[in-house]
């Protein structure tokens, strides 16, 4: 049954917020009618005519289900947290947190979320405290990926990673398909024609070796073998690029450098196109520059603006929601597997045909 907010209630047009028994009233049917309708109950037990009735009647009044007491029969809150570390500080976490919400809207929920700032000891209060608002699963997501210590309490609910991998491959994660974007990368600039490539910028991290292990997957197919003075591992930022390419381009005669580069990050690549001009390298005549993650307020407005595999943040929040959500709804513990989401190419300008001289 519909909770019935406030007692009996009172006429439409009464200042108290509206019960289901006013819209019985009003829809001239009984109290029973209505709770059918609004908790998906209806049909078959009602005609399509008097179910139209009733939505048309609690429409007029402004009439809302109880949330709460919804909850307490389905003994679900409609509510899933989300949990971060650094996330809200990162340029792509909008992306994130909006696919999350989005799917969760979408299926009657609420995301309530909680940032750490990277404290374990706020991540596993921040756990406790969403188990104890019974919310209905928890999403964990990283601002960059990486094998992470599970907060304590995850185990206790539903819950999937995003953009993460479990030390213990105890919970279900939804990650970028890294090898596959260094593939990706690379067959951009093959099928441009380029055959002397260099890759610039990277980290001790997962996403490093599985782009370059991906890019040279490309390259090999073709018979291609990288230099290791074109592998620059220089880290991931704009000064970072600019080391390496000026390690790579500067007094090198045009027969002997690379045509091309496929940069870590966008930031890699803002650095390396910065060292193009100054050594007056036309990008992309003589050198073209392909990067990674498409940055928001960045990629697009670099000079020329940057051709880039992008992170598909957004899909990854919009998946790792509709896991929990189908966990939440059919009472299974999902599978602890991991998930690969392919990022798309980017195509802007600083990507052109390999020179020819």
């Known amino acids: 049954m519909v ?3 406030g007692g009996h209630g009172g006429p439409p047009g009464g200042l108290g917020r509206p019960t289901s028994r006013d819209v019985a009233r009003l829809a001239g049917v009984s109290h029973t009618a209505v709770s059918f309708v609004f908790n998906d109950r209806a049909d078959g037990n009602l005609s399509p005519a008097t179910q139209e009735r009733i939505r048309q009647a609690a429409a007029r009044l402004g009439y809302r289900p109880d949330p709460v007491a919804r909850g307490l029969r389905r003994r679900r809150t409609a509510v899933i947290g989300l949990v971060t570390d650094e996330i809200a500080s990162s340029p792509f976490a909008g992306r994130l947190l909006r696919g999350a919400m989005e799917s969760a809207w979408d299926s009657g929920h609420l995301v309530l979320t909680v940032d750490s700032g990277g404290d374990q000891a706020k991540e596993d209060a921040a756990v406790a405290e969403l188990l104890d608002r019974r919310v209905d ?12 210590r599970v907060p304590e309490g995850l185990h206790r609910t539903r819950s999937v990673l995003a953009n993460c991998l479990p030390e213990d491959d105890s919970l279900p994660a939804v990650i970028p398909a890294e090898r596959a974007g260094g593939r990706t990368a690379a067959r951009l600039l093959l099928d441009e024609g ?3 490539v260099a890759m610039v910028g990277g980290q001790d991290d997962i996403a490093s070796a599985e782009r370059l292990r991906g890019f040279r997957d490309a390259l090999r197919a073709k018979g291609i073998i990288v230099p290791k003075e074109w592998v620059l591992r220089t880290g991931g930022e704009i000064s970072g690029g600019y080391e390496g390419a000026m390690r790579m381009l500067d007094k090198v005669p045009a027969g002997r450098r690379p045509t091309a580069v496929f940069c870590y990050n966008d930031r890699v690549a803002a650095g390396v196109l910065h060292a193009a001009a100054r050594l007056g390298i036309a990008v992309p005549g003589d050198l073209s520059v392909v990067g990674y993650d498409d940055q928001e307020h960045m990629a697009e407005f670099l000079a020329p603006p940057l051709t880039t595999v992008a992170l598909p943040h957004r899909a990854m929040g919009e998946a790792a929601a509709r896991l929990l959500l189908e966990a939440i709804d059919t009472g299974r513990t999902p599978s602890a597997t991991t998930r690969r989401l392919a990022g798309p190419v980017i195509s802007r300008a600083s990507v052109g045909p390999a020179p020819t001289r």
């Open 194 to 196: 380029h055959r002397r």
């Open 137 to 148: 699963g928890i999403i964990y997501a990283t601002m960059s990926l990486r094998r992470v």
């Open 3 to 5: 909770r019935d907010e």
